[in-house]
């Protein structure tokens, strides 16, 4: 396998979108910061971090994917990355919340995923691009599904939330190559994994205790998105 190469990016284009990402996280961050996605039976202080966070990080998202999808040939899938950068945001912080991965969240990005990765495809003439990442995305959401069967026999914390954000990444991460979603689902099996081992080593919890897993599926996909790699032959 070898490292892709990208085309540099304007320097005003990716400090634009930094700057936009830090603006759109602030009032996405009082939005969260109200607790409102809780359901009655969900309690609690809420969240550690600050709501600042949520720009500070939107910001920065929003700046490595300006600096991906910078050159003039991908202009297009902007759009369609920065929508699902800030969607996983939201997602991340409530799974962390309350560990659920809310369908009013996941299940009206797939429209808008889709179609904005359709004008990116009707812009360039790539559909082949969007008829992989419809397919990885249905492929993920399978094993992600069976995932879920085998979880709930062993009555484990992984469930249906997690299901329906792993056919939005597969579409996301698809559209840009096989090896994407790849990369996306190995990524989070494997942080998500030291970071457990990480929690116990440190006696900060226990092999019972439930991780959230909806944010390492979105650092995953942030990986899948930003280190794309193709065969040698």
């Known amino acids: 396998m070898t490292w892709v190469d990208f085309p540099p990016t304007p320097w005003w284009y990716v400090a634009a979108l930094c700057a936009a990402g830090g603006v759109v996280g602030w009032v996405l961050g009082k939005r969260l910061a109200t607790l409102g996605y809780r359901l009655d039976h969900e309690t609690g202080p809420g969240p550690r971090a600050p709501r600042w966070v949520v720009a500070a990080t ?4 929003w700046g490595l994917l300006a600096w991906r999808f910078g050159p003039d040939s991908e202009y297009a899938l902007a759009p369609a990355y920065l929508g699902f950068a800030t969607v996983g945001v939201g997602l991340a912080w409530v799974d962390a919340d309350v560990h659920r991965l809310p369908h009013g969240l996941t299940r009206p990005a797939y429209p808008m995923l889709v179609g904005q990765l359709a004008l990116a495809s009707l812009a360039s003439g790539d559909w082949a691009a969007l008829r992989r990442a419809l ?10 599904f069976l995932l879920a069967l085998v979880a709930a026999l062993l009555r484990s914390g992984f469930g249906l939330g997690d299901v329906t954000l792993a056919g939005l990444i597969g579409i996301a991460t698809g559209y840009l ?15 998500s994994g030291v970071y457990g081992l990480g929690r116990i080593v440190l006696r900060r919890g226990s092999r019972k205790d439930h991780i959230a897993f909806g944010p390492w599926m979105l650092v995953g996909a942030l990986l899948g998105l930003l280190v794309e790699i193709r065969p040698l032959f």
């Open 135 to 144: 397919i990885a995305g249905a492929v993920l959401w399978g094993i992600y």
């Open 177 to 191: 190559s096989p090896w994407a979603p790849v990369i996306a689902t190995y990524a989070a099996f494997l942080l």
């Open 58 to 61: 939107l910001a920065v998202l």
